[in-house]
């Protein structure tokens, strides 16, 4: 990305930009869990129209069909 380092998330999420954003992708049903107490995280999923808190549709990033 430009101005932003994004890197492979080596536990507990998908991938960090910036070493601070922490993100997780996947389906409707993905929840926090494997992110719990983490600061500035946030779930990207499938089959959502609008952002429910730090759940985001994953139409967002351009991924969706």
């Known amino acids: 990305m430009r101005n932003h380092d ?17 993100f997780e992708v996947g389906g409707a049903g993905k929840d926090f869990r494997q992110m719990a107490g983490i ?15 730090a759940k985001l549709p994953l139409w967002l990033l351009g991924f969706a069909e």
């Open 6 to 22: 994004v890197e492979y998330g080596k536990e507990h999420c998908d991938f960090k930009v910036d070493s601070k954003y922490v």
């Open 39 to 53: 600061k500035d995280s946030y779930v990207f999923a499938d089959d959502m129209e609008y952002p429910d808190g």
